[in-house]
């Protein structure tokens, strides 16, 4: 890939060091360095840090440029109350999951036949414990159990509302959606069934090609994301239009809902269309439509000049590790950006492999210990807004001050 200029804010600019939690980052041909050390003036830090900017504005000014937004994306979230307090409303984790799951009728029953997985609190395992048990004799307490915790689920991952605080994510969609149109869109996959980047698109005045078209009849279908968005003007030439970026969402999203075969968006589904946490994911990912996203990551890893940027996702799903490890050790023309908050701590195997691989000076790698609040910060902006995004937020302002 080749680097791209773009303007660099200087070490000088950083915010005060209380500002900054204690994250690192480790680039080609450097150790771990500690942002507090850069802030301190720190000369070779400092260096580091500049070097790990320019590799950032290279990635977000990269041809293909492909994101994989995990968990790590949708904690730390907050809303506001109505009394002005900010309040808490995260993406439930596993742990959560485990523990609403367990106030469920039928839960001691379910219990007897994942006792490893009660010990372990694993939710992936009770759940597919319970699946195996339906698939032998259809009991139907555990079925019973089994539908209450899909409910549980469906509900809890649904926080997302309008006095919810998503400025992380419209800061990094204006900075990795908001690209020069020669470049191909960016591609947006996230695991998380939440609806964080369609709100914050919608803040913005970000376009989103999601697989549900642009008619009124908004059924899913895979042949959308080859469409585009072009503006027409009077005597002019048609003109590719900017801030439009690709959502696919691997797992399903609390606002998918089956119907005759169809999966359309709605505000409260009958029939939800999620891939619920169990053992299954694997085989369910490449069944519709699902399928559709899994096979379009799948291509957008192959391409011979692709950034990919790995961000709140911890590793743990095979059918999504497995075809990133593949790219990763089949194309020489693929660059990863890894981004977590216990980088450089965590035993999981495959950021192991990727810390091995920057030890042994592949260029390819860059590791960020960091959350997703401060990446999106740290992530370089290459594009200005144009004359109507900046017309837009104007009237925007002015309107809502009234």
Same mark, same amino acid.
């Given at each position: ?15 005060? $060091? ?18 507090? *050390?850069?802030? $301190? ?18 990635? #977000? ?18 809303? +506001?109350?109505?009394? @002005? ?27 007897? %036949? ?20 339906? !698939? ?5 307490? %555990? ?57 914050? !698109? ?17 059924? =899913? ?23 439009? =970026? ?6 399903? +999203? ?6 005759? @075969? ?10 939800? #269309?999620?891939?619920?946490? +169990? ?42 590790? $497995?075809?990133?490890? !593949? ?5 020489? @023309? ?26 042994? @000076? ?32 104007? *009237? ?7």
């Amino acid at each position: 890939m080749t680097n791209a200029t773009a303007e660099i804010s200087p070490a000088e600019e950083l915010p005060e $060091a209380s500002a900054f939690p204690p994250h690192r980052a480790k680039i080609a041909g450097s150790d771990w360095f500690d942002y507090q *050390a850069v802030v $301190a003036g720190d000369d070779v830090a400092q260096r580091q840090l500049q070097a790990l900017r320019e590799s950032l504005a290279s990635v #977000v000014s990269a041809d293909q440029l492909v994101i994989l937004a995990g968990l790590g994306t949708s904690l730390g979230l907050q809303r +506001s109350t109505a009394d @002005g307090e900010a309040e808490d409303v995260a993406a439930p984790t596993m742990g959560t999951l485990f523990t609403e799951i367990a106030k469920l009728a039928g839960f001691e029953q379910a219990s007897v %036949i994942a006792p490893d997985s009660i010990e372990r609190g694993d939710v992936e395992g009770l759940l597919s414990a319970c699946q195996f048990q339906l !698939a032998l004799n259809g009991d139907p307490d %555990i079925s019973r159990f089994v539908r209450d915790a899909e409910a549980v689920i469906l509900s809890l991952c649904s926080f997302i509302d309008g006095t919810t605080d998503l400025i992380s994510h419209e800061v990094f969609l204006r900075k990795i959606a908001r690209r020069q149109t020669r470049l191909s869109r960016t591609q947006v996959f996230t695991t998380n069934y939440d609806l964080a980047f369609e709100q914050a !698109a919608e803040r913005i005045r970000f376009h989103v090609i999601d697989g549900f078209g642009f008619g009124n009849q908004r059924a =899913f279908d895979g042949s959308s994301f080859d469409m585009d968005i072009v503006r027409r003007r009077r005597g002019e030439t048609l003109m590719l239009e900017p801030n439009v =970026f690709h959502l696919l969402k691997l797992h399903g +999203s609390v606002d998918w809902d089956e119907e005759d @075969g169809e999966v359309r968006r709605v505000s409260m589904p009958r029939n939800p #269309v999620l891939i619920y946490p +169990s053992q299954d994911k694997y085989q369910l990912s490449f069944r519709p439509p699902y399928l559709e996203s899994m096979s379009r990551f799948q291509m957008a890893l192959r391409q011979p000049d692709v950034t990919l940027v790995v961000v709140g996702f911890g590793f743990n799903d095979a059918h999504i590790v $497995a075809p990133i490890e !593949a790219a990763i050790r089949s194309n020489i @023309g693929l660059r990863v950006v890894v981004v977590g908050p216990e980088l450089s701590t965590t035993g999981n195997a495959t950021v192991q492999r990727l810390q091995r691989l920057l030890a042994s @000076g592949d260029r390819r790698i860059t590791l960020v210990e960091t959350t997703f609040r401060e990446f999106s910060s740290l992530l370089p902006d290459t594009s200005p807004q144009d004359d109507r995004e900046l017309h837009d937020d104007r *009237a925007a302002s002015v309107w809502a001050s009234k």
